[in-house]
């Protein structure tokens, strides 16, 4: 039968023409329905997508796109429904096999009203669903009479008496169907809220368009693909490929946890490629603090400034636990805030061990770099030259190094130079010609004097006022490895 040449409101069929023996029937069945369709005769291979078929998409009013492997390999199908897409057209989609939807055509694809013909058992079966579809109403006008159609198909050699269908709108008791639908809906909509989508679709199939039930076919398809995804996802992290999963994870729409599993894939990734380099000797970054910022100490207090990646020296590893001091003098602190004459100053009090272990750790550190960094036992080591402890153990998660571990760690005096960052330096941490800074140690020497290590590395056990406000803070701290 001719393709539909007119003004009124038609159907564009999409199709492949390697499947003209499943498709012509459909369009001629559709045609004597009553229903206004368009269908190209034949492209020839290796032609451009003729200007006469997009004009003829763009004027449907509704795309029929039959899908096989045939059409996806197509690239004059995949051009026909991804223009039709472009143009908001109304569409129903076809599956007259179980292909592997390629070329992206899975996701523009999935949310769409679809019909599963493959899945009938019967040709009758998938016509009655099909004629039916409230999305072709529009273009159908009166149709021929049902004996007319039935000689119709007799004399063409059809006894498919499909063409019974396109009358049972008129010929049957309405009130019987609606409440077996509506029973029938019910028990979709509970299969979808188990989650048994599959189960659902073969339900929901034949309400033929009944209320949203073709739109919730396409949810039920859309849940098993991402389902499938999620699965996948699932099984690389579980092999080690961890980027991998987490782009799928990504792609997923806050499908089920999939926002959290992307978020610990990641953790979990940048966790693992950090600890392999947690070797002693080496520099790696961890945390992040204003550091190249310039200015008075009253801008950086109180605004929001850019942080820069910490850049910590890797000293000793044991016990699965690396030690860590920072590269750079990151900030200048007083040790003490103020002196109290007849009130000894110790590290367990000083206001500095208070802003390491509170101010410091919370800006520095995210929470899941927080949960690495252990509480540890921080000795109280005697200053021999001068007789006096530092005072009473405690336990901290940031500390300063003592005149014992300045001299364990750093074997010369060259090893300890340390330069300040230009942060540090805008509070107040003074440096010499060489950009060398002082930098506090923890090691009580006097009642309000603390150990700190000069510009030229020597460490000066005599020590400095605690409420010195130009020596710089060099921050140490432990990683546990299997955290």
Known sequence: MPTYKGNEKYIFVSYAHKDSEKVLPVIEDMQRAGFRVWYDTGIEAGT??????????????????????????????????NYALLKHKEMLVIYLENAELKYGLGLQLNALQSLYKFRHSTERGF????????????????????????????????????????????????????????????????????????????VFEPLEGYKDSNEKIGKCNSEIFRGNQYNKALELMNNGKHMEAIAIFETLDGYKDSYEKARKGKALFETKAFLEQLKIGNTIKFGAYRQNSTGKEAIYRQNNTVKEAIEWQVLDIKDGRALLISK????????????????????????????????????????????????????????????????????????????????????????????????????????????????????????????????????????????????????????????
């Not at 049902?146 to 063409?163: D, P």
């Not at 049972?168 to 028990?187: A, C, M, S, W």
């Open 328 to 483: 750079y003098a990151l900030d200048c602190i007083p040790y003490h805030s103020s002196i109290v004459w007849g009130e000894e100053v110790t590290w367990e009090h000083c206001t500095l061990r208070k802003w390491l272990n509170n101010d410091f750790l919370h800006d520095a550190f995210s929470e899941n770099e927080r949960a690495m960094i252990p509480t540890v036992t921080v000795s109280a080591e005697k200053n021999f030259s001068y007789g006096k402890d530092s005072s009473k153990e405690t336990q901290d998660k940031i500390f300063l190094f003592s005149i014992f571990e300045a001299h364990k760690y750093f074997l010369n005096n060259e090893s300890r130079k340390c330069k300040p960052t230009a942060f540090a330096q805008a509070n107040g941490a003074w440096s010499s010609s060489e950009g060398n800074c002082r930098w506090w140690l923890r090691s009580i020497v006097s009642y309000h004097n603390a150990a700190y290590v000069l510009s030229h590395g020597t460490i000066l056990e005599s020590g400095l006022s605690v409420d010195s406000d130009s020596s710089a803070v060099r921050p140490a701290l432990w990683i546990d490895l299997n955290a």
């Open 127 to 202: 016509l009655d669903e099909l004629m039916k579809a409230k999305i072709l109403q529009e273009c159908k006008r009166g149709g021929v009479s049902f004996e007319e159609m039935r000689r119709m198909n007799v004399k063409n050699g059809k006894k498919r008496a499909v063409l019974k269908t396109v009358l049972l709108d008129n010929e049957k008791h309405e009130e019987p169907v609606v409440t077996k639908n509506e029973r029938k809906y019910g028990e979709e909509v509970s299969l979808m809220d188990s989650e048994k989508y599959a189960e659902a679709i073969s």
């Open 48 to 81: 451009e997508w003729p200007a006469y078929i997009e004009e003829s998409l763009e004027k449907s009013a509704v795309v029929l796109a039959f899908i096989s492997t045939a059409s996806i390999e197509s690239v004059n199908c995949r051009n026909e429904i």
